[in-house]
């Protein structure tokens, strides 16, 4: 790894009502590279995710993305918190994917699509609507685009979701749990849509139970266990010989309680 | 798998869906529309039969003076209303709001002018010459309140500024039954507080708020008779004016009732229409 990091961060530290939920979390992520995030849950993992989102802000620590810090600015020897606008502004460069879609309800799928760029980058309608239609071919969509999110399926929502983040044409996509309230037949698309953006180059971070997405996606695994990294290792290092007890644990335990989205798929 | 019962239950399936179904006779129904008819029918003798001349509800249905106070009620309704609306959206922002002050001032605002009957705001607006004699800015000059505070701005502030407390309790109502993934999403995607309510939230909450709204507005039209204390020209304060002088009371109060029913039950359909427009994207 030469150069700084796509996305790191250095000592983050959050807690709610007291009870910590990250405690000292530091990593990197290089550009272009696929993280995906392990651990079991109430670990941490969507926290840390949502604080790179900047839909949390930590107590303590840094954190940045392609060379920005992420909602400070130094100024005269010390980090200012970034006004509301420019907050909005540096979130563009982070393309979010919830777990529950969100995507607009009034809003057809190729509206959701084009809105960022329409309403905030201020580009012109006709060249956003030709793109937001090729992204949502890209995802499969092409002919739902038309279509208001109640009247498409889960599995269906996500992908239209991942094509929004994409429109803005972020430096970095996360994913927190994409697949997590999706019925099995639907987890398949959407796992291949991600794929074809990690191909693509885009730097993701992928908060996930798919281990064997991980396994073939990911280059590298963070490993949460209370509110700490327990391990960063190289995704087959991790799944091969993991190094914490903690990770042995859980890989056992979900070998042993196959997920049925992996066993079923043919 | 007839063969694990003990008859022959295909047959006896069949023959219970041979049974032709019955209703049972609407007992209930066919007695209490009689009687709602019944009450109904003496209601309409009595008022045919009592101290009503009819000839003067025909001749002051269409009369100069009735006509403009429809068009004053019609005028003051949608003034009051947009204020509210406006004054109301605020309230209900602030009262969501995460800082204390806007949060503060909304609570405060909202216990005060739900609090205090409408037709006193009505007349303390009316009578603020009694507190402050003169408004002005410093250096603008000053009026005297009593050429500003007409029957019309006292009428729109006592009931704007009073219907602004209920719309934000609706609007906040709104605003609080959209997902708060919604916001998320709305500012992962770069939207700033202001542009997410406007473009993904308020649209949302629209199909929620709209038919306590239309409620309210057809409320407010019945309320601007209010303001008829206060000398603002609408329909009953017309339709007092004519029977102090010719003492058809009651003949008057029917041609100003005919025309508030007129205005709300034009309304509601026009309140179905909204509800269908903002309605799109719902299954």
């Known amino acids: 790894m030469t150069g700084a990091p796509a996305i ?187 794929r074809a953006v990690a191909e693509s180059g885009v730097t993701m971070v992928v908060v996930t139970h798919e281990l064997a997405f991980a396994r073939e996606v990911a280059d590298r695994v963070l490993f949460m266990d209370g509110g700490s990294i327990a391990e960063d290792a190289p995704a087959e290092t991790f799944f091969a010989a993991p190094g914490h007890p903690a990770s042995r644990a859980f890989l056992a335990a979900a070998l042993s309680r196959p997920n049925p989205s992996e066993t079923i798929a043919p | 798998m007839t063969g694990s019962f003990s008859y022959d239950f295909a047959e006896e399936a069949e023959r219970l869906c041979a049974l032709p179904v019955r209703r049972r006779p609407a007992w209930g129904h066919i007695v209490s529309a009689t009687l709602i008819v019944v009450v109904c029918a003496w209601i309409v003798r009595a008022f045919a039969l009592g101290q009503i001349e009819w000839r003067y509800v025909g001749a002051f249905l269409f009369a100069p003076s009735i006509l403009r106070g429809l068009g004053a009620t019609l005028l003051m309704s949608a003034c009051a209303m947009a204020l509210g609306l406006v004054v109301g959206l605020g309230l209900a922002v602030g009262r969501l709001s995460s800082s204390l002050v806007p949060r503060w001032f909304s609570i405060a605002y909202i216990w005060l002018f739900r609090g205090v009957p409408v037709i006193l705001q009505l007349l303390v607006w009316f009578n603020l010459a009694l507190i402050f004699p003169h408004v002005g800015l410093p250096g603008l000059g000053e009026v005297r309140t009593v050429d500003v505070m007409t029957p019309f701005l006292s009428a729109l502030l006592g009931l704007g500024l009073n219907q602004a407390a209920y719309i934000g309790e609706i609007l906040r109502g709104g605003l609080q039954s959209i997902d708060r993934g919604q916001y998320e999403a709305a500012e992962m995607i770069g939207m700033t507080r202001g542009v997410a309510l406007r473009r993904i939230i308020l649209p949302q909450a629209m199909r929620v708020v709209i038919p306590p709204l239309g409620n309210e507005f057809i409320n407010m039209i019945k309320l601007t008779s209010l303001a008829s204390m206060i000398q603002y020209p609408e329909i009953l304060h017309n339709a007092e004016n004519i029977y102090y002088a010719n003492t058809r009371v009651m003949e008057l109060l029917i041609v100003a009732g005919f025309w508030y029913l007129m205005a709300v039950t034009v309304l509601s359909p026009l309140q179905h229409l909204l509800e269908r427009r903002v309605s799109r994207g719902s299954l």
Not at chain 1, 36 to 48: E, F, H, N, P, Y
Not at chain 1, 54 to 78: F, K, N, S, Y
Not at chain 1, 101 to 124: C, D, I, K, S, Y
Not at chain 1, 175 to 186: C, G, I, K, V, W
């Open chain 1, 8 to 194: 790191w961060a250095r000592g983050v530290a959050k807690s709610f009502g007291g009870a910590p939920v990250l405690r000292d979390v530091s990593f990197d992520v290089a550009r272009g590279s696929v993280v995906c995030v392990l651990g079991a849950s109430g670990s941490g993992k969507t926290t840390l995710l949502r604080c790179l989102a900047q839909l949390e802000t930590p107590e303590r620590g840094v954190m940045g993305i392609e060379g920005e810090l992420l909602g400070h600015v130094e100024r005269g020897g010390a980090l200012h918190k970034l006004p509301a606008r420019s907050l909005a502004l540096q979130r563009l460069r982070t393309g979010m994917v919830f777990q529950r879609f969100n995507l607009f309800g009034h809003m057809t799928a190729l509206r959701n699509v084009m809105e960022g760029p329409v309403t905030v980058q201020g580009r012109p309608r006709a060249e956003v609507e030709r793109e937001a239609l090729a992204l949502l071919d890209k995802v499969g969509l092409a002919h739902r685009a038309g279509h208001y999110p109640a009247q498409l399926s889960g599995g269906q929502q996500q992908r239209v979701a991942i094509a929004r983040a994409l429109a803005l044409r972020p430096a970095a996509m996360l994913f927190d749990e994409p697949t997590s309230a999706l019925d099995p037949e639907s987890v398949g698309d959407v796992l291949a849509v991600m």
